[in-house]
């Protein structure tokens, strides 16, 4: 890679200090990291950086999967790791405001001291912080119930390009006054401006879980079953995951670490969990509800965990994602099809995979938001072929309208599948977006479009 | 006002018939109203009004009171009344799309017949248009539980400015592929493109509604009380809507049309609504926390509906507004202030109001969501002084760091007052979008910012 710019390093130095610069050299991410620790020095650091024309990379926990916090030629890092201070938990209005480095399970557990949930969870909790959730939109466990990272938000503060702090911390759950700017950064990746602070709205800590897995023998049951499921527990279903017998079946293998909570040979297996308020009589309610879903035949077989010792067991099994990468190589792919057209997505993503040598495809999901984790490789290293599994994923979520990105975003690694999910319309809008509030294209630059198209829209 | 280009006209004439162009005389709103049928249509009278500089107001249901449909020159208006067709409602995938002039009640019972909910009510519901909810971001009775319109939507169909049409039509819950550009567009009141066709995300249709008037002795309890319940009720906690003793007792008056639920005299008295999956268990649920606050002493007095015959007396002592209008000339706010500076802000207005001679001031509102409608006048005519009135109401607002249009938008009626809840970087970053998006300045102009001001940003 080529190297920075070094007059705008000792600027740099100059303004942070010897504790906000920092040398790091790495293959994929930038070697110069700056680390400001207040929005004012963040707001320095774009100045000195638009001035000079210097790109920048904004780093969050680093824990994303397509490539959002890499380099791509001679960006400097700007990690917000010491702007990682949660401001205030008020409990009156329910709503916390954090600083973007702040770790998301520090946020998280913050949150419950006082009795409140900050509905976001997904495996990297211990590592993303809640700035990269915000640029990226994060996803995860709860979407069904609780909505993607953008609809926990209620205030921000962005620095733009050009140094201007732009600080919208509204703690209002109404307020129509003007366009929602909110909005225009949260998902953007990093590539609009750089998220110092937000307004995070809390609920209602559940005072009950009630989590079961269940057998189900066809994918038309597993439509019914959520819809079934959704409108008898009146707004608490908070997960609806679904494991393929590839997954479910590896995952709890004989001699491997996860006992099945139910035998193999069903056709899918469902983590469906409810967060309540009363615990007794939530349970009682679960046990009839799914009950009722075994009588209508929707269900095959089930197991209501008894202890939190028996929920942790289940949601490891669906979280142990990471065994996968003993099938051999693979690619993770992260898409969303519509629930109607998911069966024949998935039966046409296989058939391709079987006329394959020693194929590999695993597939699992949150399916209750229409998201798949689709898993694809060879068990034998000889016959992995990456741009061939590419063709036949991107290739069929194209065919079915999917997208190509559910919650992980574009960054550089989905940069090239963007156009099967966007029209050119939409990609010149978003473009001129891009333009008109980095027109240096400093923030982030190469990350969901190309540098040159950026230039040529 | 002045007259629209007579070279348009006939241009627009020849592109829809005569059925498309209106001549409709009146004094606030456009005079030539075109009625285009179909997307293309709207494209179309979009490329002409641009090519020529021929501005228009997007028209929905008209409802709005802010003014955001009233021409301010010689504006034509874009009536989307042609195109109100349910395109589909897919119940499996739980989405329904929908043109934009659907009238919001219709869309809502089409959606009830398939057994799904599209959560947005307000009183306006049976004249609003979906578009006109979408331009303006609507609020209502249930944001609490469901969001503001902009919750509701998964995806949009936008003709921009120069006719370009962005057609966005997801319908997957996840999509996180590239700047999610329906969010530049929903609440930008018709300013930024015109939305022509909307996916909407459906719920399951509630299986129980239980509905209570609780009196409540001081505002610290009534905090309490949407925090209690909220953490008891499990997500099922829909409205919580307040009135204070100025608008339950004036509106429950003897010799007016309805019989009070519980007797005057209480410090504020709230309407609480769950809707549940079980009609028997829920209403036990329902009564058990109520006796669980009476018990806390957070709540003095309650009556719990019975039969829909109830529920609807209940909501008509909350939804009877119009009744205001015989207390004097009045003028209607809709605000927002935090939940812990609310009772402060109150008194204030109260006491400023108190100095008055002949005070009309009334308060009521959808206190979940920190959103007041405060209603100030005179009881008698002479005594009524709008700017005064103005100054008192937003003065208070602005000290208390609220919002001065927490559900119904800027338009032209609180352009004025815009910059008490926005901050100068923030507009101007909103002019920005206008000037890029709109060059021209043909849609909705003198809306949210004046000509001028979004000329010179």
New interface residues.
């Given amino acids: 890679m080529s190297e920075p710019n070094a007059d705008v390093i000792q600027q740099l130095r100059d303004l942070l200090g010897e504790k906000g610069v920092r040398c790091d050299p790495n293959d994929v991410m930038p070697d110069i990291i700056v680390k400001p620790a207040s929005t004012a020095e963040v707001s320095g650091v774009l100045k000195i950086c638009n001035a000079a024309g210097q790109a920048l990379v904004p780093l969050g926990g680093k824990t994303g999967l397509a490539g959002g916090h890499f380099a791509t030629g001679d960006e400097i890092g700007l990690s917000l790791e010491r702007m990682n201070a949660i401001e205030e938990i008020?409990e009156?209005?329910?709503t916390m405001t954090v600083q973007a480095g702040c770790i998301l399970q520090v946020a998280v557990e913050a949150a419950e001291e006082k009795?409140l949930l900050f509905p976001l969870d997904f495996g990297a909790r211990g590592s993303a912080t809640v700035g990269g959730n915000l640029a990226?939109?994060a996803?995860g466990n709860m979407?069904?119930?609780y909505?993607?990272t953008?609809?926990m938000v209620l205030g921000l503060e962005v620095v733009?390009a050009d140094g201007?702090?732009?600080?919208?911390l509204?703690?209002?759950?109404?307020?129509?006054?003007?366009?929602?700017?909110k909005?225009?950064f949260?998902?953007?990746e990093g590539t609009?401006g750089v998220i110092t602070r937000a307004v995070l709205r809390l609920?209602?800590?559940?005072?009950?879980e009630n989590t079961a897995l269940l057998a189900v023998d066809t994918f038309s049951h597993v439509?019914d079953l959520l819809?079934w499921l959704?409108?008898?527990?009146?707004?608490?279903l908070s997960s609806f995951e679904v494991m393929w017998p590839s997954y479910y079946e590896f995952i709890t293998r004989e001699g491997y670490q996860h006992t099945p909570p139910l035998p193999h040979g069903s056709g899918y297996y469902v983590l469906v969990e409810t967060?309540?308020?009363?615990p007794e009589?939530?349970a009682a309610?679960f046990e009839e509800v799914l009950g009722g879903a075994l009588e209508e035949g929707l269900v095959m077989d089930a197991v209501i965990c008894q202890s939190e010792k028996e929920r942790n067991a289940l949601w490891e099994i669906r979280d142990d994602v990471l065994e996968l990468f003993n099938l051999g190589p693979i690619i993770t792919y992260d898409i969303?099809?519509?629930?109607?057209r998911m069966e024949a997505f998935v039966a046409e993503v296989q058939a391709q995979m079987d006329a394959r040598r020693n194929p590999v495809c695993v597939i699992f999901g949150?399916l209750?938001?229409?998201?798949l984790h689709v898993i694809l490789g060879a068990s034998d290293a000889a016959d992995f072929d990456y741009d061939e599994l590419q063709g036949i994923l991107y290739g069929t979520v194209k065919r079915f309208d999917?997208?190509?990105?559910?919650?992980?975003?574009?960054g550089v690694l989905?940069r090239e599948q963007?156009p099967m999910?966007?029209?050119a319309?939409?990609?010149h809008?978003?473009m001129?977006?891009k333009n008109?509030l980095d027109p240096k294209n400093i923030l982030n630059p190469n990350k969901?479009f190309t540098a040159e198209d950026v230039s040529a829209a």
Same sequence: chains 1, 2.
């Fill in positions: 008020d009156h209005n329910r009795d990226t939109n996803g979407v069904i119930r909505g993607m953008r609809d733009l201007t702090v732009i600080t919208s509204n703690k209002l759950l109404k307020n129509n006054t003007g366009y929602d700017l909005h225009w949260i998902g953007a609009l609920r209602p800590l559940p005072r009950s439509g819809r959704d409108a008898r527990t009146a707004g608490t967060l309540g308020a009363d009589s939530d309610r969303s099809v519509t629930l109607d949150h209750g938001d229409c998201n999917g997208s190509v990105s559910a919650e992980h975003g574009i989905k963007l999910s966007r029209s319309d939409e990609l809008l978003m001129g977006m008109m969901i």
